[in-house]
Every structure is written in C-alpha cells, then in structure tokens.
C-alpha cells in the first residue's frame, strides 16, 4: 500500500511538474512576440523564411494548389472587362435613343400597335399516354373561355399551342413535339425561318430559311405572326450557332412548366371575313320627289 501511495504521489508531481514547464513556455513566447528587442532580432529570420515560401511557390507547377496568378494576368483580365464595360456602355446608350426614337416615329405615324391579348391562366400536367409524344393538359377549357389555337406562353416565352379543347381541359401541344412548326424571326436580324420539334427538350429546327443572312448569335428568337397561327412578338428560344448550323435553343427548356398563360392567336381577319357594309342606295321615289322640288 505505501508503494501504491508514493506512484500516484510521483505521478501527480510529473503532471504538475509539465504543467508549470507548460505555462513557462507560452509566457516565453509572448515575449518573444511583444519584446520590441526580441521582435527586433528576429526579423531577419523571418524575411529568410518568407523568401523560401515564395521560391517554393513560384516554383511549384501549373495548377497545383499552390498555383498563384501574376500580377500581369491580372492587370490584362481588368483591362479587357473595362473595355467590355465601355462597349457595353455605348451599346445602352444607343439601344435608349433608339427605342425613344422609335416610340416618336409611331405617335408621328399613328402607327396602329399591336394588340394585347387577355388570356387564362392555367396549370398543366404531364400527359404520358396521348396520341402526341409532347404534349401538356390544362385544367382550362371551354368553360373557362380556352379556344382552340391559343397559344400557351410561360415567364420565359412561348411553351406551345392548344390543339384541343374540352369542357374544363385543354390539350397543348409543345414547340418540341416533332409535329409543331412555328413562324419564328430573329429580333435583331429580322431573318425568318421554321422553327421545327423533334430535336429535343433543349433545341429545335431551324428550317425553311428564305433569307441567307445569318442570325446573329445569342439573339431572341420571336414569332413572326406570318399565317396567323401564334402573335407577333412572342419570344421563344434564343439563336445558337452549332457547327455550322444555326439552332434554336428553347426558353421551354429554361424553367419548369406548371403554369401557362392561354392567350388568343390574335389573327387578322381577312377583307371577305370582315368586309365593308353595303351601301344604301336612296329610293327611286324619293328621288323623283326631290326633282319635282
């Protein structure tokens, strides 16, 4: 027993005796850190220490951890995008003149503006065994005022079109399906195509181009209104040059679809559908009654 009692009483000595050596030290290096003679004696040590580091770095190869980019790089990439903001810059300042002026040239012209359709708001659902191989239904239909060709159109363009109505349901058929065609033109270039499914959930067709101009790159790509079958104006996927093939990339394909709008393909009615009213044509007697005076 008393050579149990005298281990543990040496053993609390070695912990106490590591404990006081423990706290001599972290005051030792506090000040080594705060003494401005020690601080002093010390810095060319640590200017040699941080000359290695940086060899060390400089040294290490390309795309390693320790892979730092110059101060040139740097300079170069803050240089192009001030050059990009100033371009960018004029671009804002010229698309504002532009557009005011185009809003005086249309007062000046009285030019007649396009109409603004009042649609149904609607939430589709998938459809997995109709008779097309894209297709949404709609919880509106002819109760709700949804005819057929209204076009359905989300937060990012144009989804599809309505090809058949029921009594509280609509069936639409999307622009990937590989039966839609759709009238498209570039907003910036003007040039006209096709814009045909089939491709995809992301990319369509562009076919039946009769211009041979180029679209230009990254421009919206918007309904035509030729045929009367969707509104002009519309945006519907975004000019992507692929290859050498211009395709159409789907704003379909940049959000989920759960709710649409259903708007009225606005056509144009023809002279024959909307003729001017016949004009009257004054009584023979009432004729001959106004000679006699």
């Known amino acids: 027993m008393a050579t149990l009692g005298r281990d543990r009483k040496a053993k609390r000595q070695v912990v106490r005796t590591f404990v006081v050596v423990a706290i001599v030290v972290a005051l030792a290096l506090v000040l080594f850190q705060t003494a401005p003679s020690i601080r002093g004696a010390s810095q060319p ?5 941080d000359d290695i580091v940086v060899q060390s770095a400089s040294s290490t190869r390309p795309g390693s951890l320790f892979d730092f980019n110059n101060d040139e790089e740097l300079q170069a990439e803050i240089e192009r995008l001030q050059v990009e903001n100033r371009q960018l810059a004029i671009w804002r300042d010229a698309a504002t003149s532009m557009t005011e002026r185009l809003q005086r040239y249309e007062e000046l012209l009285n030019l007649a503006s396009e109409p603004l359709p009042q649609g149904i708001s609607a939430r589709v659902v998938t459809e997995t065994d109709g008779p097309f191989a894209e ?3 709609a919880n509106a239909g002819a109760l709700h005022g949804v005819q057929l060709g209204h076009v359905a ?3 990012q363009g144009v989804i599809g079109r309505v090809i058949r109505v029921g009594n ?6 999307l622009v990937t399906d590989f039966n839609s065609r759709v009238p498209v033109m570039g907003e910036i270039s003007g040039v006209r195509a096709i814009l045909a499914g089939g491709s995809g959930s992301e990319f369509g067709q562009l076919i039946d181009r009769p211009e ?3 679209f230009v790159q990254g421009e919206s790509i918007v309904t035509s209104g030729e045929g009367n079958a969707f509104p002009r104006g519309l945006r519907i996927a975004r000019a ?17 679809v759960d709710f649409v709008r259903l708007l009225p393909a606005q056509t144009i009615p023809t002279p024959e559908e909307d003729p001017l009213p016949e004009p009257v044509e004054a009584e023979p007697e009432a004729s001959a009654e106004m000679g006699q005076r």
């Open 45 to 49: 040590l640590r200017a040699g220490m």
């Open 135 to 137: 297709t949404r239904l």
């Open 153 to 155: 159109v989300n937060t």
């Open 168 to 173: 509280r349901s609509s069936r639409i058929l």
């Open 212 to 214: 041979q101009a180029p």
């Open 240 to 256: 992507v040059l692929s290859g050498e093939e211009w395709v159409a990339q789907l704003s379909l394909s940049e959000a989920p």
